[in-house]
């Protein structure tokens, strides 16, 4: 029997699954793990998991232990490398005046490699500013350029709704989100009432989309000429979550009804076009 563990290296990253052998670990545990890098530090996010044997093609590297003092030293120390490292590269950046938005830098644990992350609108030669920073940190480096969604989850925020940005809390991978999303959900179209940090549409569009689809797929269309308890009239406002439909009546009064007061009118010569 396998004993898994799922384990994050850093908050609302991806989470990867280890061989956690004997260890006891528990969730919220710091641990050490083998890498493909080297030592990585991680925490558990939840309970150990059992299973018979590996599926074909998984290969687990190991959890080797809980993370002690001196790990936790370390990380301090990395956090410290990253902070000169950040300084120094956006000075370069600055004096080889390169098209570059360097936004962070990560350090891998035994202090190695170093990262740094950038956005930009084009491909950056960025080959001189490599060598100087080889020169000045005498380990690898690597640049990275990412979207501006990934930068806003790795940088953090509070969003428009006064809760911190979706993107760096739990959401793991981005998803789609369309401008039809908001329509589906009567939403206002104004790109800065709909966009988050990023810029981007907001990923919370994505969270209720499904439910407003399915509640309205009993409605008849805005623009529709549908039959009332009061006459005729055609559709002019939907309210999904209280199932109720405004209808402007034939004598211009706009009225509201339940969704089950509410029915198509059949067109006839001509009527129901919309």
């Known amino acids: 029997m396998i004993r898994i563990a799922g384990v994050r290296f850093k908050s609302a990253g991806k989470i990867y699954d280890f061989n956690a052998g004997e260890l006891d670990i528990s969730p919220g545990d710091a641990v050490i793990v083998e890498t493909e890098q080297g030592l990585g530090f991680a925490t558990l996010t939840s ?5 018979e044997k590996l599926h074909a093609g998984q290969n687990l590297k190991a959890v080797l232990r809980l993370a002690d003092a001196s790990d936790f030293l370390r990380v301090e120390e990395n956090q410290k490398v990253e902070e000169a490292a950040y300084q120094f590269c956006k000075q370069e950046v600055e004096s080889l005046n390169l098209s570059m938005n360097l936004f962070s830098v990560e350090s891998t644990f035994d202090a190695s490699k170093l990262t740094f992350f950038f956005t930009s609108e084009g ?17 690898r480096i690597e640049m990275r350029q990412v979207g501006i969604r990934h930068q806003a989850k790795m940088c953090g925020g509070v969003g428009r709704c006064g809760r911190q940005t ?5 959401i793991e991978k981005f998803e789609p989100v369309s401008i039809r999303m908001a329509k589906e ?7 800065t009432k709909i966009s988050g940090l990023c810029g981007r549409l907001m990923c919370c569009l994505t969270y209720e989309n499904s439910t407003y689809r399915d509640l309205k797929s009993g409605f008849p269309k805005i623009g529709k000429l549908v039959s009332t308890p009061k006459g005729k009239g055609r559709v002019t406002r939907h309210n999904v979550i209280a199932s109720r439909i405004s209808v402007r009546m034939e004598d211009g009064l706009e009225l509201e009804f339940g969704a089950e007061e509410v029915s198509l009118q059949s067109a006839v010569a001509g009527e129901g076009a919309e």
């Open 166 to 170: 979706c993107c760096s809390a739990f």
């Open 47 to 51: 309970p150990i998991r059992q299973q």
């Open 185 to 191: 959900q009567g939403l206002s179209l104004n790109p």
């Open 123 to 139: 491909r950056v030669d960025f080959r001189q500013l490599v060598k100087n920073l080889v020169k000045e940190f005498r380990v």
